[in-house]
């Protein structure tokens, strides 16, 4: 790749951290994306199931208000089949919990976890803040710990603080990318106070920018950024195929999973752990003064977080 030479150690240390913990069955972790190739045998066992539901009968048993809502909602199409049109869904959610030691594909981040389905991106990969914050009220009701947004607009919604809102407060921690835009524009709900806001590095430590798509493009920075974790080049699975593990992506929405799985491996230490708890763990516990000296600065800084 047209990109320097890695560095030994521009990782999250992942190998070391599956010494102590590989997740829990009784953490969920929602993706607000594109949806899921929900057959990947990456993902046999592992989708959030709403056992509240009777499949195929058409009836809203739950009284939830949606109806055969098995394994998540489609948002964008108003329908129970949150299965990814796109391809970005799949990769952002393989990333953080792809099966691991299963001798094929790629390891996630947290191999036991259960993996909810919000899909909240239309097949053109757009969505709008009303069917993320439907997505965030019915992923909190229905008993998520963590959620995955690699999405954001630059525009503010009480609509959407709202209802990030009322996922904190009950306990839901939220990650969110900083988005690829190589400049400080505040996008939401990266933005919102309490959310965990990613970055995206590259292989030697330094910030992305640009990606390897646009030479325009570059994660984002400003004063709310919490932290980054590797964002460029990142392999994934695929949402057209169970067997091709050769399609890579980059943006800051390849970053935030790995920390949202850090968060759920987090959780499965200790699940009495509340939103701003899990944060201040990752933002304290972070590597400082890795990247570019004239952007990595000790301490907090606007490019590197923490």
Not at 28 to 36: A, F, K
Not at 126 to 135: L, P
Not at 197 to 204: F, K
Request: charged share 10%; with cysteine; aromatic share 12%.
């Amino acid at each position: 790749f047209s990109q320097s030479p890695a560095v030994a150690g521009a990782d999250i240390d992942m190998e070391n951290a599956w010494t102590i913990e590989q997740g829990d069955t009784n953490i969920v972790v929602g993706t607000i994306d594109t949806g899921l190739k929900l057959d990947h045998p990456e993902f046999y066992g592992r989708l959030w199931v709403n056992y509240g539901e009777i499949s195929g009968n058409f009836i809203d048993d739950d009284l939830n208000g949606y109806v055969d809502d098995v394994n998540g909602w489609d948002f964008a199409n108003n329908d129970n089949n949150p299965t990814d049109d796109h391809g970005h869904g799949t990769n952002v959610t393989g990333i953080i919990g792809a099966t691991g030691n299963n001798s094929i594909g790629y390891a996630g981040v947290d191999w036991n976890c259960k993996l909810m389905t919000l899909k909240g991106l239309d097949a053109s990969n757009f969505g709008s803040y009303s069917w993320w914050a439907d997505a965030l009220y019915y992923a909190t009701d229905n008993g998520v710990n963590v959620i995955n947004m690699s999405v954001g607009g630059s525009s503010f919604s009480t609509t959407l603080q709202a209802a990030i809102n009322y996922a904190l407060n009950n306990n839901v921690t939220i990650v969110a990318c900083m988005m690829n835009t190589d400049n400080n524009t505040t996008y939401y709900p990266a933005g919102f106070v309490g959310v965990i806001a990613v970055g995206s590095t590259n292989a030697n430590d330094t910030r992305s920018n640009p990606f390897f798509w646009s030479s325009s493009s570059g994660s984002n920075f400003g004063n709310h950024i919490s932290v980054v974790a590797p964002g460029n080049y990142i392999y994934g699975l695929s949402y057209s195929s169970n067997t091709n593990y050769n399609s890579y992506w980059g943006g800051t929405s390849q970053a935030t999973p790995l920390v949202a799985g850090l968060a759920a491996l987090l959780l499965a230490q200790n699940p009495s752990l509340t939103p701003a708890q899990i944060k201040s763990i990752i933002e304290l516990s972070a590597e400082d003064q890795v990247g570019l000296a004239s952007e990595d600065v000790a301490g907090w800084d606007q490019y590197f977080g923490h």
